[in-house]
């Protein structure tokens, strides 16, 4: 039951971290507000529905989502709709769901308690807008992504978030060092740096190679509580020293590198206008491992992009088993309006991308497999996330795994606290995940 006077919001979030990100800042928006965060969309005043518009079944995903909330609501609750699909196509949205109380550019995500009326005195500060600058509450995992950047530079031929994101804009050091200080002081002891160009972080500013310094300032707060720093969103051109060095240098940056690489083709990834081949990624991979043989590698996939032909996929099978991935994921290509890619001819057929699709994962799920059996046996590290309500066991990750998208450690059900580092052995793997028994604190 709520207060006398007391209001609630509910927030669901789709779509990559950066939303995440996004969502934790609209809340901290409306508990400056005066608002009160609720368990389930059917005890909240204002359901917030944060959308994705990356790829036409994330938009799909979004519909269904704010559909459903505008049935599950209590009635007289106010439901906005922000994120990606209201920035990108809002009057639409605003004609074609007459169940939706507001649509919500990303200009006024930070002002939402106004925009729908709740009748509470301003409590926030007259003007406070930009997201990225806002407190959060801490969250309740001892995790928490930090968006280093908005926007994006690069002009991929697939992609539409240029459009609708805008041009990088970086924050500053000082800002991003002040969230992080507040979140380990609230006992988060992982943070996940993600921007749409994380390493071209700071370029905007005229600091190119800003990211190795911001690594360095923020490895300060190690004897505060930050255990671990990791990336995520690495466009393939800029891992290199002193970044790379950097990286396998600092104790808290954990040797984890998420690689955007969409395709190993050079003809292909130059008509997505994007760098590199899959020598030039082999070489940037097996340099890494040199250094450090226990790097972990992530990269994501783009099947049926126009003008592949089953030479190129062959040759994307062949990268993936020389290449040896820890984790990757496959999207079938998706036209986007107002790409350079929308227009281009020779897209594969849904039937045979779909077949390319199953070829990918199947490869990739054998490399996946085979890298976690490996781990049988030995000694990790691993930080625990939660405790299965359940089971009782404790679940947490190596640095290996980030989270919400790769696998999970299960820890026997006496080992551990959410937010400890506890040393383990591994007994088993199980699909994606490892079990482990607890060894030392």
């Known amino acids: 039951m709520n207060g006398p006077g007391e209001k609630r919001f509910y927030i669901e979030t789709l779509g990559c971290p950066k939303n995440a990100v996004d969502s934790d800042k609209v809340a901290a928006s409306l508990l ?51 994120g990606c699909l209201a920035e990108r196509a809002g009057a639409e949205l605003a004609a074609a769901l007459p169940e939706v109380d507001a649509v919500v550019g990303f200009a006024a995500e930070g002002s939402i308690a106004e ?16 997201l ?19 926007g994006c530079d690069r002009a991929c031929a697939f992609c539409a978030i240029p459009s609708f994101r805008g041009r990088q804009r970086s924050r500053s050091p000082e800002s991003i060092e002040a969230e992080v200080r507040a979140l380990v002081d609230g006992g988060v002891a992982e943070i996940v740096l993600v921007a749409q160009d994380l390493a071209w972080y700071g370029r905007d500013a005229g600091e190119r190679g800003s990211l190795a310094p911001l690594l360095r300032r923020l490895d300060r707060i190690a004897p505060d509580g930050l255990a671990r720093v990791r990336l995520l969103y690495l466009y393939p051109s800029e891992v ?37 081949s899959g020598e ?6 097996e340099t890494i491992r040199s250094a450090d043989p226990g790097a972990t590698f992530r990269s994501s996939f783009i099947v049926g992009f126009p003008g592949e032909t089953e030479p190129e996929h ?17 999207f079938a290509f998706s036209k986007e309006d107002g790409t350079a890619a929308a227009g281009m001819p020779g897209a ?19 490399i996946t497999r085979a890298a976690r059996d490996a781990l049988v046996g030995s000694e990790v590290e ?31 059900a006496d080992w551990g606290r959410p937010g400890a580092i506890v040393r383990a052995h591994v007994t088993d793997a199980v699909g994606t995940d490892l079990v482990a028994k607890g060894v030392s604190r």
Request: proline fraction near 6%.
């Open 314 to 330: 062959d040759r994307l099978l062949e990268f993936l088993d020389a290449a040896q991935l820890d984790w990757a994921g496959f």
């Open 382 to 412: 691993v930080l625990v996330d939660s405790r299965d309500g359940d089971t009782g066991q404790f679940v947490g990750r190596t640095y290996r795994e980030a989270p919400e998208i790769d696998g999970v450690v299960h820890l026997n």
């Open 32 to 82: 400056a507000d005066g608002l009160v965060p609720a368990q389930h969309a059917a005890d909240a005043d204002v359901v917030v529905v944060n959308t994705c518009a990356f790829i036409e079944a994330a938009r799909e995903e979004s519909i269904e989502t704010i559909l459903s909330l505008a049935e599950a609501r209590r009635r007289g609750a106010r439901l906005v709709v922000t």
């Open 132 to 150: 990225l600058e806002l407190p959060r509450a801490t969250p309740s995992a001892p995790w928490a992504y930090v968006k280093i950047a908005e």
């Open 240 to 276: 290199r020293d002193p970044l790379v060095a950097t990286m396998l240098e600092l104790d808290t940056v954990v040797p984890y590198f998420d690689l955007s690489l969409q395709h190993c083709d050079r003809s292909l990834l130059r008509a997505m206008k994007r760098w590199g």
């Open 280 to 285: 030039q990624f082999l070489r940037t991979i």
């Open 348 to 366: 594969a057929p849904e039937p045979l991308v779909r077949e390319w699709l199953r070829e990918c994962e199947d490869v990739q799920d054998a």
């Open 115 to 130: 925009t729908v009326d709740l009748g509470l005195p301003r409590r926030k500060p007259s003007g406070v807008r930009d």
